[in-house]
Nanobody, 121 residues
């Protein structure tokens, strides 16, 4: 299971940190992802982090503003979101897969329930 939290209402330009706690599987064996779904749009890849945390891949839309990290001792992945924009408004999901599927989100093994981030003044 994956349990995401940390969403909320934030003003443009501000920051927010999401967390996702994993249970029921060996966390360190899995690539971890953040995916988001804006209102009326399809889910889109945001960022991935390798099993050890040594490699990350970001969507161009968040590169330089968002940072993913993980703590394998705590079975938790984080998403630090800075300089938030209204277009970042979405439900953010964490996901996991043993094999790295990059943007093929339909192939991810596990999904969290999502946490809503609203960026508005």
């Amino acid at each position: 299971q994956l349990q995401a939290c940390g969403g909320g209402l934030v003003q443009p330009g501000r920051s927010l940190r999401l967390s996702c706690a994993a249970s029921g599987f060996t966390f360190s064996w899995y690539w971890m992802y953040w995916v988001r779904q804006a209102p009326g749009k399809e889910r889109e890849f945001v960022v991935a982090i390798s099993k050890s945390g040594g490699s990350t891949t970001y969507a161009d839309s968040v590169k330089g503003r968002f940072t993913i990290s993980r703590d394998n001792a705590k079975n938790t992945v984080y998403l630090q979101m800075n300089s938030l924009k209204p277009e970042d408004t979405a439900v953010y999901y964490c996901a996991a897969s043993v094999t790295y599927y990059y943007t093929s989100i339909d192939k991810y093994d596990y999904w969290g329930q999502g946490t809503l981030v609203t960026v508005s003044s």
